[in-house]
């Protein structure tokens, strides 16, 4: 997990925007995933950016890629209770592997 | 998801036994990977699997081996459990699974407690 690095924590307000960074060291990254974790669950695939994109959008879901700076961010708009969860960034090689960050884990609060 | 099982989801062994977790795919996917997670490390890479009998480590693969006889099926060994290893255990398949050939998908986790 130190190639890919991301803030632990972040607290948000309901219905507010939460915006969730990571920054990655491999140049050779083909894929860029974000994948949510509820508690006591295992890892959800939300939505994944292809190294040649600089945006994709799905639905409350805003992926942002600066590649120059290798850094990517999660956009979660109207954040809801639901989105309370731990995300994870992720990048993946040529060699099918995929490297997790630590997490962050977000708090909606009323 | 829908295509991988773990088994068991919970186990609690004491240091020095053998331990043996299976994951099972219905999904015909290639590759397979076993995964640890721990508290502020993300999930490590223990050991994948790119067919039936090849297999390969990962970046903590030391205690640890793994078996892919059929491709739906990858387990993963703790020869002598230590209390090192008592973590939460994920394995995923990589495939089509509603999206593209790039995507992992993720079993619910196997909960570990060496004694």
């Known amino acids: 997990g130190e190639d890919v690095e991301q803030s632990l924590f972040l607290s948000v307000r309901e219905g507010d925007s939460s915006v969730i960074n990571c920054t990655y060291t491999?140049?050779?990254?083909?894929?860029l995933y974000w994948y949510k974790q509820e508690p006591g669950a295992g890892l959800q695939l939300l939505t994944y950016?292809?190294?040649?994109?600089d945006m994709k959008q799905d639905q409350r879901l805003t992926v942002l890629l600066n590649k120059k700076d290798k850094h990517l961010s999660l956009r979660i708009a109207d954040t809801q209770t639901g989105d309370s969860a731990i995300y994870f960034c992720?990048?993946?090689?040529?060699?099918?592997?995929?490297?997790f960050g630590a997490g962050t884990t977000v708090t909606v609060r009323a | 998801d829908a295509g991988i099982t773990q088994s068991p989801r919970h186990k609690v062994t004491e240091t020095g036994t053998p331990v043996t977790l299976r994951c099972h795919q219905t999904?015909?996917?290639?590759?397979m990977y076993w995964y640890r997670q721990d508290p502020g490390h993300g999930l490590r890479l223990i050991h994948y699997?790119?067919?039936?009998?090849?297999?390969d480590k990962g970046e903590v693969s030391d205690g640890y081996s793994v078996s892919r006889s059929k491709t739906e099926d990858f387990l993963l060994t703790l020869e002598s459990a230590t209390s090192s290893q008592t973590s939460v255990y994920f394995c995923?398949?990589?495939?089509?699974?509603?999206?593209?050939?790039?995507?992992?998908?993720f079993g619910p986790g196997t909960r570990l407690l060496v004694l």
């Open positions: 995923a398949t990589r495939g089509p699974i509603g999206g593209s050939q790039e995507t992992q998908y």
């Open positions: 491999d140049s050779s990254s083909t894929y």
């Open positions: 950016i292809f190294s040649n994109m």
């Open positions: 992720a990048e993946s090689t040529n060699d099918y592997k995929l490297s």
């Open positions: 999904e015909n996917h290639r590759y």
């Open positions: 699997s790119y067919g039936v009998k090849d297999t």
